[in-house]
């Protein structure tokens, strides 16, 4: 093979440091363009913290520190919204779960117009305490009679989850 001339020779020196000087060019470039990225991801992050700093806080749970004190809490809650409509409050209890011990089953069982039913329910699911119902039966417990001019009377068999508060932690004394 015979060498190339010395004119080639300057040729290949100055491609090869043409390429030598693209690629230590194409770093920063690729660089600047990787950083321009983690800055549209940042904007991006900052913009859901900030849109959920603005959000309305979202209402505590229906909690207490014991089961007693929990059904408590929920029938006092569900007596405070029956006393505005025409709803009569059963009973309440709870009902254990051994799978979330934290979160037991609340149950109660209502009495009242559709309408007065209806705004329990949605005053339950938008009010502080929040109270999120699992499962709810309406039934017709007395059908209307429009020759006297009386309503409806549906029953609701409500169940809801509630929160255990776990115990604070002890303060340790030196």
Excluded: C, W, Y
């Amino acid at each position: 093979m015979r060498a190339p001339p010395v004119n080639g020779r300057a040729l290949l020196f100055g491609l090869a440091g043409l390429s030598l000087a693209a690629a230590v060019a194409v770093g920063p470039v690729l660089d600047t363009l990787a950083a321009a990225d983690d800055i549209a991801l940042a904007r991006d992050r900052l913009a859901r913290v900030q849109g959920a700093a603005a959000a309305p806080p979202v209402p505590a749970p229906l909690s207490a520190p014991d089961e007693a004190g929990l059904v408590l809490a929920f029938r006092a809650r569900l007596d405070a919204l029956a006393a505005g409509r025409a709803v009569l409050v059963d009973g309440a209890g709870l009902q254990p779960d051994p799978a979330r011990p934290t979160l037991p089953r609340l149950s109660a069982s209502l009495r009242g117009t559709a309408e007065g039913l209806h705004g329990l329910v949605q005053a339950l699911e938008t009010e502080s305490p929040l109270v999120v119902p699992e499962a709810a039966e309406l039934s017709v417990e007395r059908p209307a009679d429009p020759e006297i001019g009386r309503p409806t009377v549906m029953r609701l068999n409500l169940t809801v989850r509630g929160v255990i508060l776990p115990p604070p932690p002890a303060k340790e004394t030196p």
